[in-house]
């Protein structure tokens, strides 16, 4: 049984990764072409998944990673399908718009899309955001918060993650 202290700890973790942690990119040279709107809905959307309990990365978080992917290279059609499936999700969630056909998006994954590509990503970068918010809070514990830090607590910071999923 997890004592008081322990919980308490563990949800102002959660709290903290939901505000705090990195915005993780495939590519770390594509990181400032990210639009600003979808870096803003990124810590409502982890918020969102803390209250539905899901350890997961989200659907903005997802788009954001394969977004700075699609400009190194060209994808497969399954990573194509993923991006533009997830693109049209979150522009109609976060902010009304409907691009389903205009980008001919599929509005459901197949089974693999899913299970086999898409989860794995999503919880890859939910454990490596979580892993470098931990390095980041015992680094801070050993030096002070800057101005900046404290200027601007919540535009999340985007660091690079390359993996060799696509």
Do not use: G
Not at 144 to 160: F, L, N
């Amino acid at each position: 049984m997890k004592s008081q202290s322990k919980i308490i700890d563990s949800c102002i973790f959660d709290l903290m990764d939901a505000l705090r942690s990195p915005v993780l990119t495939h590519s770390i040279a594509w990181a400032d072409t990210i639009p600003e709107r979808l870096l803003k809905v990124i810590p409502i959307a982890r918020l969102k998944s803390l209250l539905l309990k899901e350890e997961t990365a989200t659907d903005p978080e997802a788009l954001a990673f394969i977004y700075t992917r699609t400009l190194e290279s060209p994808m497969t059609n399954e990573w194509v399908d993923i991006y533009t499936h997830l693109s049209c999700k979150v522009c109609e969630e976060y902010w009304k718009e409907n691009h389903w056909e205009s980008v001919s998006a599929p509005k459901e994954l197949s089974d693999y899309n899913l299970n086999y590509l898409l989860k794995p990503l999503r919880k890859h970068i939910y454990d490596r955001r979580r892993k470098i918010l931990k390095e980041r809070m015992k680094a801070s514990l050993k030096k002070p918060v800057t101005q900046e830090e404290k200027a601007d607590p919540v535009t999340p910071v985007v660091i690079d993650a390359q993996l060799s999923l696509f």
